[in-house]
């Protein structure tokens, strides 16, 4: 990394409070076929919720209050859940189950949510730029639902906080083993006066050997300019043939424009990856261990299991 370079502030009291959020959900979940060939991927439990549910409450705990899912075909079920489902609800609340019944009211109750469907999945950027008559002309966050963030580590809290003072977009980041850059967008760094905060100077999407600027991949959390979109609008089909954000955000952080910084967020917490089978497992293993109920006993069967299949395999 370079010198570290003096952060240029922005006045913040006369931006608006960053109300909106929008969650890419169009993608056709192909790594857990046959699984998602009815079920949207989104909709895969992680535990007792839906991986979307535990994206959304994150946002609304950041004050997000105004949250658009970009959906696709075969993701009704996506609206289902966050609506309310009467008949269950009554059903319930006849036999006296309150506690479930709250269960089945809770996804639907914390803000109003919006759809938009992208016709054609064409990646991340795309899913973007069809959020753009909803967002119009101030800074939102995007929550990408592969990622679970932990909600004790308050990452989106940090994000618009970094976004309010520096203005810009900002990019949540976090060191990754070398070996497994090449499955994440990758950040090209300079440091800034603040430990957890750097410059973004370039990124490149999924990058092939000896393509990779450092060993820091972006998550799926961003706060984003809205000259975003006319970015995104410009830019011809990246990796994998998709639009992808990671060349937008590169494009703005090439242009070292001082009206719309790119900055990234160090995150050195919780994050769970459900994005593929084998990440989804240890998330719902890490996930359990801690969870208030079922961590205790889970804890113990899993040591027992565990010991049990090392005599085993020894
Ligand atoms: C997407 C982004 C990538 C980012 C990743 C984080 O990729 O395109 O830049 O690093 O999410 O999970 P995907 O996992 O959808 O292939």
Redesign the pocket.
């Known amino acids: 990394m370079q010198r570290s370079e003096p952060l240029q502030k922005t006045e913040s009291a006369s931006l608006p409070t960053l109300s909106k959020a929008v969650i890419p959900a169009a ?1 056709l979940g192909t790594r857990f076929l046959p699984a998602t060939k009815a079920l949207p991927k989104e909709m895969l439990p992680v535990i007792d919720k839906p991986a979307i549910q535990y994206v959304v409450e994150e946002a609304v705990a950041a004050g997000l209050d105004n949250i658009l899912v970009v959906t696709g075909r075969n993701k009704r079920l996506l609206e289902d859940h966050f609506d309310r489902n009467l008949e269950i609800e009554e059903a319930l609340a006849r036999k006296g189950d309150e506690a479930y019944a709250d269960q089945v009211r809770e996804p639907s109750e914390p803000v109003a949510l919006h759809y938009i469907r992208q016709g054609t999945p064409k990646g ?1 950027g795309h899913a973007i730029l069809c959020a753009r008559a909803h967002v119009g002309n101030e800074p939102f966050a995007v929550l ?1 639902g ?2 679970l963030i932990d909600p004790r580590d308050r990452l989106l809290d940090r994000m618009t906080a970094v976004q309010r003072q520096l203005g810009g977009s900002v990019v949540a980041l976090m060191e990754v083993d070398p070996h497994d850059i090449h ?3 990758c950040a090209a760094i300079a440091p800034t006066e603040e430990g957890d905060v750097v410059r973004i100077t370039g990124l490149v ?2 990058p092939g050997p000896g393509e990779a600027p450092s060993a820091c ?4 959390r961003f706060v984003l300019h809205p000259g975003i979109f006319d970015v995104l609008h410009g830019i011809p089909p990246g990796h994998g043939g998709e639009i ?3 060349d937008a955000l590169d494009s703005l952080a090439r242009s070292r424009s001082a009206r719309a910084p790119v900055h990234g967020v160090l995150f050195s917490g919780r994050r769970y ?1 459900t ?1 593929d089978r084998a990440d989804y497992l240890r998330s719902i293993v890490r996930l359990a261990c801690e969870h208030d109920d079922l961590g205790p006993d889970f804890r113990a069967w899993l040591t027992a299991f565990v010991s049990h299949h090392l005599q085993e395999t020894s």
């Open positions: 993608g991340v990408l592969d990622d499955l994440y967008g999407e999924k991949a972006v998550i799926g992808q954000l990671t990856d994005g």
